[in-house]
């Protein structure tokens, strides 16, 4: 008797044990639950945060400022960003310049947000400039892309849509690169590069229908924007312009760009090569 009594006692505190030992891992195997949750909770958080430094990365111009005077804006005209001759900008005096725009808190425009501050007459704020790269040449993904990268700035190319097979100048894979970035919008220069004043009304309408056509098209966009070659234009390019839904046009008369000039007359700013950054600064605000 007494001993089924011991072994009775046993069996309960083995059991008992057993309970006990039940409960601790239902304790932990909640304490792992709670922490995965706590984990992924902070994952997403982690994730959310990581989505919220990119979007503040975008320019966000919540109010423009309006004027009672025609806005006055520097259209900056480089071409190729190397070495060579009068047309040339070498990467060095680039970069020097790209860090005055943006250490002088320069605001640098979009070919739609120039457009707007056209027709509202009103600018994002007191600084900006338009950048602009005429005949979209090679070196302007290969040195002037990772510059405007590195600063975050914005520039338009001037595309000869002719030319995208040419060596010396941009394919399309690569200017879908740079519009991809949110820093390259991609404009018209025809699709030729000639003369526009020396060409009879069909081959302007061509050259003019026929680039904006291939832009659209291969950068599922709508140009807006027409760049004369040479600066070359006349009445009959403007009316045709007007007529193929280009909302503007850039010439290469020099000076600040103001709608007195006309919407298809706009003067830009020409960046020589060999300049100093205290001349620079008095094209920006001067246009000479």
Partial sequence: ??????????AKSVV?????????????SKTRVKDSKVKTRESLKTKKLSVNKKNAKKRT???WIHYKKKCQIPILMYHSISSGNALRVPPKQFEEEMTYLKANHYYTLTTAEAIKAFETNSLP???????????????????AFPILEKYHLHATINYITGFSQKSNHLTVGEAKKMQHS?????????VQHLDLNELS????????????????????QKTQMICYP????????????NH???????????????LDQGWYSLSRVRIAPGINLQTFDQLLKNGH
């Fill in 1 to 10: 008797m007494k001993l089924n009594r011991i072994w009775q006692m046993i």
């Fill in 16 to 28: 008992v044990v057993c309970l006990l030992i039940l409960a601790g891992c239902t304790a932990q």
């Fill in 61 to 63: 111009v919540t109010k």
């Fill in 125 to 143: 704020q007191k600084k900006v400039v338009w950048i602009t790269l005429d005949d979209a040449y090679k070196d302007n993904y290969t040195a």
């Fill in 182 to 190: 949110g820093l390259i919008d991609f404009q018209s220069h025809t």
């Fill in 201 to 220: 009304t069909d081959v302007q309408m061509q050259e003019l229908a026929n680039s904006k056509k291939w832009l659209d098209s291969n950068l599922k």
């Fill in 230 to 241: 040479a600066g070359r234009y006349n009445q009959t390019t403007i009316k045709l312009a």
């Fill in 244 to 258: 193929l839904g280009y909302k503007i046009g850039l010439t290469t008369n020099e000076g600040l760009a103001c």
